[in-house]
Structure formats: structure tokens, C-alpha cells
């Protein structure tokens, strides 16, 4: 990682943080986006005392708002003329339904249009770059979801952790049909299981989410460990030039029929582009 440049999100804390204090410890320099200054200002201090001189760089936005995710994508394009790495992995669990100001569902805003957004808009520097890779976490709370085109963000039927499971399986489907795109570009894309991870995760989720995750948080991994599949995607020789895939505990894993479906990959993807094109 000697030299490259890795844009992350949802860096300031879990899997995240622990992903790029480690890409800087072997050798990158790390721009990342947060919400909070606070948080921010706090991981960049870590990522200055780990790798002191590489001018890591934090930017703040509300990637749940496709305005501040564009806007912060253009300032980070028109900054860093190459991006060698990019990591998607802002998300978040809601127990309610509740619209951004822009009126899209929470969850599919923050866990779905942020990641196609913000790729979008850096796509010309990560084909700048010799090899590029693009990593997005997504989960195996994906299994047992489908997506309801005539109710993609729950307006007739909504419950929290389907709409959680929905905007998983739409990572895993995004990353397919990104990856059919890329052919040729030398840029790659892939996502990944992280495993049931003990952070902040549905920390402020409200509702019946809360005490649920915190109590399976007893039984799971540290962030550390959950953070290595998103490293080894980051940098390993052995995933140089596969695309598409999905990765548990740094290999390929099986995903459910629906993570499949090339037609429901290229329909949301025709959506997505929609919205964007709305800004």
C-alpha cells in the first residue's frame, strides 16, 4: 500500500477504523468522510500518530443526503487526482421509517444511493490509477431478502430490519453490476461479509434495534477481526483482477438466489442512476 490513496467511509469507528489504521500502518494515506467533527478529528490524530506525514485528510458530510454525498465526491475528485482504493462502508439499522429531506427511506439512502453516488463521482480517479479496487461491505443479513420494485423503500409496507436486509442485498447487487461495467478498465469491485461485529453499530437505531444488537454484541467479533476481509480486498496479490464477488473471512462466499438476479442488479442500477441524475 506504499504511496496509494485509500477513500473510505464509515471510518471513524468499527470495522472501518480498524481498516484503515491498518492500510496506513503498511504504507497508505487515507481520506476519509465522517458526520461527526468530533469523531473525525479524532481518527485522523490516530491516523497522524500511526503514519505521520502523509497528509491524511478528513472530510465532513451526511452521506444519508445525496446533495452532501455528490458535493463531498466532487471535493474529493477535484483534491485527489488518483483514488487506488475505495472503501464503502457507511451503514447504519433503523427501527422506523423515516425520509431524509431529499424523501428517500433512511436506510436505503445512507446504506445503498451513498455507496453508487459517491463511486460515481470518483470513478474517473480510480481509472487513473494503475489497478484500482472499489470494496463495499454489505452482509449476510442479506439472505432471505428480495427487492419489492412497486415498494423499494417501504412506503406501503415497512419493517426495519427488512429494509436493513433490502439494502444489504442491493451492496451485494450493486457490486455485481458495477463490476460488469468495469470490464476492461483494470478497476475492480467487490464486496464482503464482515461478520457479526461488536461496535457502534445500531447504536443509535432507537426502537426495538437497540437492546437487540446490543445484546448479540455479546456474542460477536471484535471490529479488528471483522475488519480483515475489507484489508485483504484493500491490498492482497491474490484478489488483484477478480471482480464481482462476494467474501467471507477473506474468500469467496455463496450469496442467496436473489444476490443473483442480473436483471434486478441492472433494474435498481437504472434507479439509482435515476436518482442521481435528479440532483
Excluded at 14 to 33: D, K, N, P, Y
Excluded at 77 to 99: K, Q, Y
Excluded at 107 to 133: D, E, G, I, Q
Aim: hydrophobic share 45%; with cysteine; net charge positive.
Amino acid at each position: 500500500m506504499q504511496g496509494k490513496t485509500v477513500v473510505a467511509t464509515g471510518a471513524t469507528s468499527g470495522i472501518g477504523e480498524q481498516a484503515v489504521e491498518t492500510l496506513a500502518r503498511q504504507g497508505a494515506r487515507i481520506v476519509f468522510v465522517a458526520r461527526d467533527r468530533a469523531r473525525a478529528e479524532a481518527t485522523l490524530g490516530r491516523l497522524e500518530a500511526i503514519a505521520p506525514g502523509r497528509a491524511h485528510r478528513a472530510h465532513l458530510a451526511d452521506l444519508s443526503l445525496m446533495r452532501e454525498t455528490a458535493r463531498i465526491g466532487a471535493a474529493i475528485a477535484a483534491e485527489e487526482p488518483v483514488v487506488d482504493v475505495l472503501i464503502n462502508n457507511a451503514g447504519a439499522v433503523f427501527s422506523d421509517r423515516r425520509v431524509t429531506a431529499e424523501g428517500l427511506e433512511r436506510a436505503f439512502a445512507l446504506n445503498h444511493m451513498s455507496y453508487f453516488l459517491l463511486t460515481a463521482r470518483l470513478l474517473a480517479r480510480l481509472k487513473a490509477a494503475p489497478a484500482a479496487r472499489i470494496v463495499s461491505t454489505a452482509s449476510d443479513a442479506h439472505r432471505g431478502a428480495t427487492l419489492d420494485f412497486d415498494d423499494l423503500q417501504g412506503e406501503k409496507h415497512f419493517n426495519g430490519l427488512r429494509a436493513y436486509q433490502r439494502s444489504k442485498l442491493a451492496n451485494i447487487l450493486f457490486t455485481r453490476e458495477l463490476a460488469r461495467r468495469l470490464t476492461g478498465t483494470g478497476v475492480t469491485a467487490n464486496c464482503l461479509h464482515p461478520g457479526v461485529v461488536a461496535s457502534r453499530f445500531a447504536d443509535e437505531a432507537g426502537g426495538w434495534a437497540t437492546p437487540i444488537f446490543s445484546l448479540v454484541k455479546w456474542f460477536a467479533i471484535s471490529p479488528e477481526k471483522g475488519a480483515e476481509t475489507i484489508v485483504f480486498l484493500a491490498q492482497s496479490p491474490e484478489v488483484a483482477g477478480l471482480s464481482g464477488e462476494y467474501f467471507a473471512k477473506r474468500k469467496i462466499a455463496p450469496t442467496s438466489g436473489p444476490a443473483r438476479d442480473a436483471t434486478a442488479a441492472r433494474r435498481l442500477w437504472d434507479i439509482s442512476e435515476g436518482l442521481m441524475a435528479a440532483l
